[in-house]
C-alpha cells in the first residue's frame, strides 16, 4: 500500500484513501469519457497529473495533522508538469479542478513560480516510484485542435471529465453507500418508439389542425436518419412541437447511435407542463428535471435518478436555458461537470427565440464547436425561428436542416388571430387600456414589459370582469404555478370572465387561451408569441391581438427597447400581415444586424484568448445581478422555519428554498434591507422576505420606485 494519501480517512468506511488507487481510479474513469484514442490518452494523463501536488511532504501532514482547508495548494504543480510537457490544455484543466478554469494571464503568472521546477521534480520521481510507470509514456501525441475557439472547447471537455472523474473517484472512498448507485442506465430506443407511437395514435385524426400535426411529425421522421448536424422544427403555436421534436430525436438518435435526449427551455413553468407530458408517456422515472425549483420526491436519499441531476448521466434530461448555457460557458467545477455527458446526444432547444439577442453570436459559436468536438445534433424549435444562418457580416450557422417541408403552408392555414395597432401605435396612458379592455368584455390577457405597468394595470377596477389575476417574478415560482392553473380552470370551465396582467413570463409556452390579447410593444417575436395565447385551440373563427404603445413605457433592458422600437419601424413600414408570414421572421432578424450587436460582451474574442473567468462573468442569460429572497408563501413560511436554523444547508434544501423564492435586485434588495422589510435568516444562510406579501401580487414594497426597474 502506499505511504502517500489522496484524501483523509473516511467518515463511514474509516479506510484511508491511498493516493496511487486514487489517481489510478481517476485516470481510468476520465479515459472511459474519451471517444477517440488521443482524447483518451490525454484524459488518462489528467487523471494521473491532477493530484500530483499531493506527493508533497507538506499536503501529506496537512492531510495527516489537519489544517484549514486550501492552506496547502497542490494543483499547480501538476499544471506546471504538463506546462512543461507541451500541454497547455491540461494545465488549465488541472489548474482550475478545484477552484475553477483561469484566465490564461493568471494562469501564466502562477506558472512563472522558480520553486516549482525543482519541486516539480521531486514529486515526478515519487509519482514514477509509487505508481510504477513512466510519466513520459503518458505523454500523448502533439495535440493540434485546430484554431483557438476549438481548442478552448476542447479545453472545457477536458476539464468537464476531469472534474466528473476526480468527484466519482472521491465519492468511491467517502460515501461508498451511494457511489454504488450510480448504474449508468441507457435510452431503449426501440421501446420509447413503439410507446411514443402508440401514445400518438391514440389521438383524433380528423380535422385541419390533426392532420397538419400528423404531416408536419411524418415530415420530421422521414428526415431523422441524416447525420449529425443543425435543425429547426418552424411550426406555428399549438401543432405539437414537443411530440414531434421526440418522435424525431428518437429516430435520430438510434440511426446515429447517440446515447442522450436533453431538452431545454427558457422557464420553469413550460418545464413542468412538458415534463408532466413525458412522464405520462414514457413514465415518472424515465424523464429527469434539472432546474432550480424542482425538489425530488425521495428527499435525502441518493437514487440513481437523483444523483444523476449532478453530472447529466441520464437518457431524458429537460433543463433551462440557464440551467445549459451557464454551465457550458462557465468555469467552474459543480457547472462544468456535467458539460461533457452533453456528448453523443441530441439537445432540443425549445422557444429558441427567447435567449438574449445580445449573445445570439457567442451562442451560436459556441454550439457549432460543441457539434463538432462532442459529436452532438442540435434542433430549433420555434414558432419565431431567427435567422441563425450564415450571411454577410454574420458568422452563423451552415445548413440547418429544416424538419417541416413547406412551413408557410402551416403558417397560411392555422391563422388563428387578426392583428390590430390600437391607436395606430399612438401612445396611450394605463387607463386608455384598461377602458378598452373594460368595454370590450370578453376575458382578456394583457402582457407589459415591466412589473411596474403590470401592477398598474392589475390595481384598476374592473367592472366587466368576473375575476382578475396578476402574474410576474414578484411571485414566487410555487405562487404563480397555482395562479396559471386557477386561471387554466377559469378559462376552461368559461364560467367566470377575467382579466390576466402579466409580464412577458407568460409569452412562451404556458397552455392558456384567450379569446383576447393585448401586447405592449415589444421585439417581433414576443408579439407573436404573446398571440399564442389567443384563440390558442382555434375554437372561434379568430382571436383579437391588439399591440400597443405606452406613452413613458420602460423596458427591461437597453437591448429589448432597441429591438422594440426596431419593431415599430418594422410593422408601420410593412404592415401587419408580415406577422402571419413566416419567411418574414428571417428577414426581420437580418435587419436587426443594423440594430445590434450580437455579440455585445466580445464573449467569442474572449474564448479565443482562454480568458475562462471572464467568460463565465460575461454570458449571463439574465444580464443584471439578483439578489434570492425567500418569501413566507404557503410552504415557504415552514421552510424558513426548519432551515434557518439548521448549520448546513444541503442543495436539496436550496433547492426547496428556490420554489418560495423571488429575484431582487442589488437597488431594489438594498433599499429594502435598510428598511427592514428584508432580514437574514438565523444562520446567516439565506435572506427572508418579512415585508407585505400579497397572495394577489406578491412582494409588496413601500414604494413605486422601488419596482420601476424591475422585469
Not at 94 to 103: E, F, R, T
Not at 333 to 359: A, T
Not at 534 to 543: D, F, P, Y
Not at 563 to 571: I, Q, Y
Amino acid at each position: 500500500m502506499s505511504d502517500f494519501l489522496a484524501h483523509s480517512k473516511s467518515d463511514v468506511t474509516g479506510d484511508i484513501d491511498p493516493l496511487n488507487e486514487h489517481l489510478t481510479k481517476t485516470a481510468t474513469i476520465a479515459e472511459s469519457f474519451g471517444k477517440t484514442n488521443q482524447e483518451k490518452k490525454i484524459l488518462e494523463l489528467l487523471g494521473y497529473f491532477h493530484d500530483i501536488g499531493k506527493y508533497r511532504k507538506e499536503f501529506q501532514t496537512y492531510l495527516r495533522e489537519g489544517g484549514q482547508r486550501g492552506s496547502v495548494p497542490h494543483s499547480i504543480y501538476g499544471a506546471y508538469l504538463a506546462y512543461q510537457k507541451k500541454i497547455n490544455i491540461a494545465a488549465f484543466c488541472i489548474a482550475g479542478h478545484h477552484k475553477g478554469l483561469p484566465d490564461s494571464t493568471g494562469l501564466k503568472n502562477d506558472l512563472k513560480n522558480e520553486t516549482l521546477l525543482n519541486e516539480t521534480c521531486n514529486l515526478e520521481k515519487a509519482f514514477q516510484n509509487d505508481i510504477e510507470k513512466n510519466i513520459s509514456d503518458l505523454i500523448p501525441s502533439p495535440l493540434n485542435f485546430g484554431d483557438c475557439l476549438l481548442s478552448e472547447t476542447y479545453t472545457r471537455f477536458f476539464f468537464s471529465c476531469l472534474v466528473d472523474a476526480d468527484w466519482l473517484a472521491t465519492e468511491s472512498h467517502f460515501s461508498p453507500h451511494v457511489y454504488t448507485k450510480r448504474i449508468s442506465k441507457t435510452i431503449n430506443i426501440n421501446e420509447k418508439i413503439t410507446i411514443l407511437d402508440r401514445y400518438i395514435s391514440k389521438f383524433p385524426v380528423d380535422g385541419d389542425i390533426n392532420f397538419l400535426r400528423n404531416t408536419a411529425r411524418e415530415d420530421a421522421n422521414k428526415l431523422a436518419c441524416k447525420p449529425i448536424g443543425f435543425y429547426s422544427l418552424n411550426l406555428p403555436t399549438g401543432l405539437g412541437k414537443t411530440l414531434c421534436s421526440v418522435s424525431w430525436a428518437l429516430r435520430h438518435a438510434h440511426h446515429n447511435d447517440l446515447k442522450r435526449i436533453i431538452i431545454v427551455l427558457p422557464y420553469t413553468s413550460i418545464i413542468d407542463q412538458s415534463a408532466k407530458l413525458l412522464k405520462e408517456i414514457f413514465g415518472e422515472e424515465e424523464i429527469l428535471e434539472h432546474h432550480s425549483t424542482f425538489e425530488f420526491k425521495d428527499g435525502s436519499n441518493p437514487t440513481y435518478k437523483k444523483l444523476s441531476a449532478e453530472n447529466w448521466d441520464f437518457p431524458f434530461i429537460l433543463t433551462t436555458n440557464v440551467q445549459f448555457f451557464e454551465s457550458i460557458f462557465s468555469n467552474k467545477p459543480s457547472k462544468c461537470r456535467k458539460v461533457h455527458n452533453i456528448s453523443n446526444s441530441i439537445v432540443i432547444f425549445d422557444e429558441v427565440q427567447s435567449l438574449p439577442k445580445d449573445k445570439f453570436l457567442p451562442t451560436i459559436t459556441m454550439l457549432k464547436n460543441l457539434k463538432d468536438i462532442f459529436k452532438t445534433s442540435f434542433l430549433f424549435c420555434t414558432a419565431t425561428q431567427p435567422a441563425f444562418a450564415s450571411r454577410e457580416g454574420f458568422s452563423g450557422i451552415d445548413g440547418i436542416v429544416s424538419l417541416v417541408i413547406s412551413p408557410a403552408r402551416y403558417y397560411t392555414k392555422t391563422k388563428r388571430v387578426d392583428y390590430s395597432l390600437f391607436r395606430k401605435l399612438s401612445q396611450v396612458t394605463l387607463d386608455d387600456i384598461g377602458y378598452e379592455i373594460d368595454e370590450n368584455g370578453s376575458s382578456t390577457l394583457v402582457v407589459f414589459n415591466t412589473k411596474k405597468d403590470t401592477m398598474g394595470l392589475y390595481n384598476q377596477d374592473f367592472k366587466s370582469f368576473d375575476k382578475k389575476y396578476h402574474l410576474s417574478t414578484a411571485m414566487c415560482p410555487a405562487h404563480r404555478k397555482r395562479k396559471i392553473d386557477a386561471i387554466k380552470n377559469d378559462l376552461v370551465n368559461h364560467e367566470k370572465k377575467i382579466i390576466v396582467c402579466s409580464t412577458q413570463l407568460i409569452e412562451a409556452g404556458v397552455d392558456l387561451d384567450f379569446p383576447v390579447v393585448f401586447r405592449a410593444l415589444s421585439p417581433l417575436d414576443s408579439i407573436i408569441q404573446s398571440a399564442g395565447r389567443c384563440n390558442r385551440e382555434g375554437k372561434l373563427s379568430k382571436g383579437d391581438v391588439f399591440i400597443f404603445k405606452l406613452a413613458e413605457q420602460k423596458y427591461p433592458t437597453k437591448t429589448y427597447e432597441l429591438v422594440s422600437n426596431f419593431t415599430e419601424m418594422f410593422l408601420q413600414r410593412d404592415g401587419l400581415d408580415i406577422l402571419h408570414s413566416h419567411d418574414s421572421y428571417e428577414r426581420y432578424f437580418m435587419e436587426l444586424d443594423n440594430f445590434i450587436k450580437w455579440d455585445k460582451g466580445k464573449i467569442d474574442d474572449l474564448r479565443k484568448n482562454f480568458l475562462f473567468e471572464q467568460v463565465a462573468d460575461t454570458y449571463k442569460i439574465i444580464d443584471s445581478p439578483a439578489q434570492t429572497v425567500v418569501v413566507p408563501y404557503n410552504k415557504g413560511e415552514k421552510l424558513i422555519s426548519e432551515l434557518g436554523h439548521k448549520p448546513f444547508l444541503s442543495r436539496s434544501d436550496f433547492q426547496k428554498l428556490q420554489l418560495y423564492s423571488v429575484q431582487m435586485y442589488p437597488n431594489q434588495f438594498e433599499e429594502s434591507l435598510s428598511s427592514g422589510l428584508i432580514q437574514q435568516s438565523p444562520n446567516g444562510l439565506f435572506f427572508i422576505w418579512i415585508g407585505k406579501y400579497s397572495d394577489d401580487v406578491g412582494v409588496v414594497f413601500d414604494t413605486t420606485e422601488a419596482i420601476d426597474l424591475v422585469i
